[in-house]
């Protein structure tokens, strides 16, 4: 018998030299610092505007404020002061159970379940977990998303290249449907996901930077993972049948799931590269139903909930000023909801500190769903990335699919459009050239958002 390969111990800020020990001992007290700042200096607006409560309201509502800000300072001494990791005591949220669940069989194997001592996935998540659950518990600010401002800014400060890029895909011509045409395109509008991906404010601490606009000549050398050949074909090979099941040759419709990550721009840039597949016939809207996964709660800094994709749909129709291009493309977007050809879906578990080998026993029926039903699964970003192999100490040579371990939907493919800020990378090829080059990048290469990769998979 073969024997099972090695599954490294995961990351975490016991490690005082990793990107975990400076998310713990900085990036996390400045996003929650910045949150409570927020509430001191914009509650009055908050209330008023954001909450929408009545004047007889307000005044409760603003003494509230004050209790809000003493627990997040409370949250931020206990990160900074390494303190134990408890049980969440709730009963307002479908997750607590889950969690505590995970928690108690941390417990069990850990006699020192603090911050600094667990795996980095579940002590970030728990953070921002326990956020939530401040606003949850108090009586004004159940529905407040305290990440919501930074996010609605850094989508206005890139409208010049959102009506770029919406004049340039409302001139995608359908009716020219040659192969390099469409693999062109295809390349084109996945640059701008990819890329889109740099839109991350909990790498920025919040900070909006990033304006849209990119030279993808100067970054296709950074991407050190590069699988968007085999995303083609099996594009093509998708639009032709060949990858049609034997359970679903007689359905109309099949489906493809995107596990949304950054609200704002990249947010943007997902729906244009769903809606130029569109256009240029590769997922035909007769026959595909797109499932976007988002997070039930706000949850580092910028990932995408529902209310981000209906501000976004309303802030483009309602807003003067912006181009006419921009509003006819987002009146496509609202058409393709409208007619459900275009479903949100939210879920528990992507806001739980698993990672995705344990979805088949943590959420079965959404695995059952990826098995089932879904012909392609993309998975933007960072934390997904981690969530996908296991947050863990992998050789970057360890094959992904080796890493994705237990994660193996049989119907679907797999592809993962990532900019990387955290310290695990997989996939890279023993080739010397791209060895070599690594060496030559700065310390924290795996930190800064500048390198990228792609990796695409199908389960045989």
Same mark, same amino acid.
């Given at each position: ?114 911050? *600094? ?9 728990? !953070? ?19 990440? *919501? ?5 850094? !989508? ?162 309602? &807003? ?16 393709? *909801? ?10 528990? *578990?992507? &806001? ?45 040579? &360890? ?56 990796? !695409?998979?199908?389960?045989?």
């Amino acid at each position: 018998m073969d024997s099972q390969p090695i599954i490294p111990e995961p990351l975490s800020a016991n490690d005082k030299n990793s990107f975990a020990y400076k998310t713990l001992s900085y990036r996390l007290p400045i996003i929650i610092t910045k949150v409570i700042d927020l509430l001191c200096r914009q509650r009055k607006q908050i209330i008023s505007i954001d909450l929408k409560l009545p004047p007889e309201q307000q005044p409760e509502a603003e003494e509230e404020t004050k209790q809000l800000i003493e627990e997040l300072a409370k949250l931020k001494y206990e990160l900074q002061t390494n303190k134990s990791i408890r049980p969440i005591v709730s009963s307002s949220l479908s997750d607590t159970q889950a969690w505590n669940d995970l928690l108690n069989e941390e417990y069990r194997h850990n006699d020192n379940v603090v911050y *600094f001592n667990v795996s980095w996935l579940l002590s970030e998540c728990y !953070f921002y977990r326990m956020m939530h659950e401040i606003f949850i518990r108090s009586k004004y600010f159940q529905n407040f998303d305290q990440f *919501f401002t930074v996010k609605k800014e850094s !989508f206005e400060l890139c409208l010049k290249p959102a009506e770029k890029l919406a004049k340039h895909l409302l001139m995608l011509n359908d009716q020219q449907q040659s192969s390099d045409y469409q693999e062109s395109t295809f390349t084109f509008y996945t640059m701008h996901s990819l890329w889109g991906n740099k839109f991350d404010l909990s790498l920025s601490c919040g900070e909006r930077k990033q304006t849209g606009d990119f030279d993808f000549n100067e970054l296709e050398s950074k991407i050190l993972v590069n699988d968007l050949k085999n995303f083609w074909s099996f594009m093509q090979q998708l639009l032709s049948g060949q990858n049609s099941n034997n359970n679903q040759n007689d359905k109309k419709s099949y489906r493809i799931d995107i596990i949304l990550d950054n609200a704002g721009y990249e947010l943007f840039t997902d729906f244009c590269w769903v809606e130029a597949m569109h256009t240029i016939g590769l997922l035909p809207k007769d026959q595909v139903i797109v499932h976007f996964h988002v997070k039930c709660m706000p949850w580092f800094v910028s990932d995408t909930m529902t209310s981000d994709i209906k501000w976004l749909l309303k802030y483009v129709n309602d &807003t003067a000023g912006i181009s006419l291009d921009l509003k006819r493309l987002n009146e496509r977007f609202n058409e393709n *909801f409208r007619h459900r050809q275009w479903l949100i879906e939210e879920h528990d *578990f992507w &806001t739980l500190p698993h990672d995705y080998a344990q979805m088949p026993r943590v959420a079965p029926e959404l695995y059952r769903d990826f098995c089932h039903e879904s012909r392609l699964i993309l998975f933007k970003g960072d934390l997904n990335y981690r969530k996908l192999v296991g947050d863990r100490k992998w050789n970057i040579r &360890t094959s992904f699919k080796q890493a994705i371990r237990e994660f193996q939907p049989k119907s679907a493919a797999i592809c993962t459009l990532r900019t990387i800020k955290a310290d695990v990378v997989v996939g890279i090829h023993d080739d010397p050239v791209i060895i070599e080059r690594i060496k030559q990048f700065p310390s924290d290469w795996m930190e800064i958002g500048e390198y990228a990769v792609i990796n !695409f998979l199908k389960i045989d």
